[in-house]
């Protein structure tokens, strides 16, 4: 397997080794040791799998007291899968990484805790997978606007489907003013 380091603190993309051949393929998602050594030591505690049409844009996410880490992949079809830095003190923090993971590439991304993240679906149909770090707390859950001008993510679609949470989301300096609140407030 290949580690690529992104221009984003403790984002990688994987790139798994594949075997092909005549009747399909074989990979490895996880591998314990491997992943370790690459730096993912963390336990993962949930698996999550959505399926999605064209257009679709999940995102962007996050929890605030229980953190999750994420290792993504997709089975079918392909997505734009982005991540954001929203960690206060980090060198990338406010910066975006966006990269194609698909059934052709079988790559993975991982997202470590403390970032946000989204993807929009490319493809007629996608089947996405999740590796989590923490338990799925709805209350916790927070979205930041998918389309903040401040954050400017180069999304591949300009007229993504949305959830009435996605539509809803609140601005990037909206949620910074309020991690400063809180932490203040600490």
Not at 2 to 18: G, N, Q
């Amino acid at each position: 397997m290949e580690i690529v380091k992104t221009p984003i603190t403790r984002v990688l993309l994987i790139k798994p080794k594949e075997w092909r051949d005549t009747r399909g393929y074989f990979l490895e998602t996880w591998q314990k040791e491997r992943y370790t050594a690459a730096g993912i030591d963390f336990p993962f505690i949930q698996d999550n799998c959505s399926k999605s049409s064209y257009g679709v844009l999940r995102g962007l996410h996050f929890q605030r007291m229980f953190p999750q880490g994420k290792l993504v992949n997709v089975s079918l079809g392909s997505v734009f899968d982005v991540a954001v830095d929203i960690r206060r003190g980090s060198p990338t923090f406010g910066q975006w990484y966006g990269i194609e993971l698909s059934e052709e590439n079988q790559w993975q991304l991982w997202i470590a805790p403390g970032l946000a993240h989204g993807f929009v679906v490319t493809s007629t149909i996608a089947h996405f997978h999740y590796k989590c770090t923490e338990f799925y707390h709805h209350e916790d859950e927070v979205t930041i606007r998918w389309n903040d001008p401040e954050l400017n993510i180069k999304w591949p679609i300009k007229d993504p489907i949305l959830s009435i949470k996605d539509k809803t989301a609140l601005s990037f300096s909206v949620i910074l003013g309020e991690i400063l609140e809180q932490e203040k407030n600490s």
